[in-house]
Nanobody, 122 residues
């Protein structure tokens, strides 16, 4: 059974940085893509970064491009989201997800963690 556990959230001032981690257990080759999503109160869940596990290729939402970096450590079954130049608009619950395709994740399919809160103050 796939389990995803996020950590690294917290409170930071605008302009600051945080690194989120997602440790995956029970994951198989069927989960070819992992991603980070976020959801702020009253807003829809948004996919912010994706990584293709076999190639390491990445994709980002326009809202975070140039500020966030997704990476993986396959030996540790861990995916990271390095967030820099944080803005108050980045405040949200951040979720890690894994599945066979980006489309699956964007349709809320696949496997999901419980989330970690990121709060950015101005």
């Amino acid at each position: 059974q796939v389990q995803l556990v996020e950590s690294g959230g917290g409170s930071v001032q605008a302009g600051g940085s945080l690194r989120l981690s997602c440790v995956a257990s029970g994951i198989s080759y069927r989960c070819g893509v992992m991603g980070w999503f976020r959801q702020a109160p009253g807003k829809e869940r948004e996919g912010v970064a994706f990584i293709y596990r076999s190639t390491g290729s990445t994709a980002y939402a326009d809202s975070v491009k140039g500020r966030f970096t997704i990476s993986q450590d396959n030996a540790k079954n861990t995916v990271y989201l390095q967030m820099a130049s944080l803005k108050p608009d980045d405040t949200a619950m951040y979720y890690c997800a894994a599945g066979p395709s980006r489309g699956t994740l964007e349709s809320m399919g696949g496997y999901w963690g419980q989330g970690t809160q990121v709060t950015v103050s101005s």
